[in-house]
């Protein structure tokens, strides 16, 4: 059974910080390619950033040089550091793993991040 399990949302202030969190079991960590989508009110869900099996990176404009992808295969854990926090960055995160070339493809439960102006 595989789980992805987030932790680290809050509220926080704008301009302050969250480390966001998702360990997962269930599968070879390592040969997935790990992201984090997050869905404000009323909007799509979106791909925020994303780190593959090798260790590179993508980020969405509106989050680069604020967030930092990382990812640590000895412990199951994708983090997600945000910085600089803006109210626009106010949604529900889910970590997302993908294995390439496959259909396997998990979501976590969310976590909520808000900030406040």
């Known amino acids: 059974q595989v789980q992805l399990v987030e932790s680290g949302g809050g509220l926080v202030q704008a301009g302050g910080s969250l480390r966001l969190s998702c360990t997962a079991s269930g599968i070879i960590f390592s040969f997935y390619t790990m992201g984090w989508y997050r869905q404000a009110p009323g909007k799509q869900r979106e791909l925020v950033a994303s780190i593959t099996r090798d260790g590179r990176r993508n980020y969405v404009d509106s989050v680069k040089g604020r967030f930092i992808i990382s990812r640590d295969n000895a412990k199951n854990t994708v983090y997600l550091q945000m910085n600089s926090l803006k109210p626009e960055d106010t949604a529900v995160y889910y970590c997302?793993?993908?294995?390439?070339?496959?259909?396997?493809?998990?979501w976590g439960q969310g976590t909520l991040v808000t900030v406040s102006s």
């Open positions: 997302n793993a993908k294995r390439a070339y496959t259909d396997a493809e998990y």
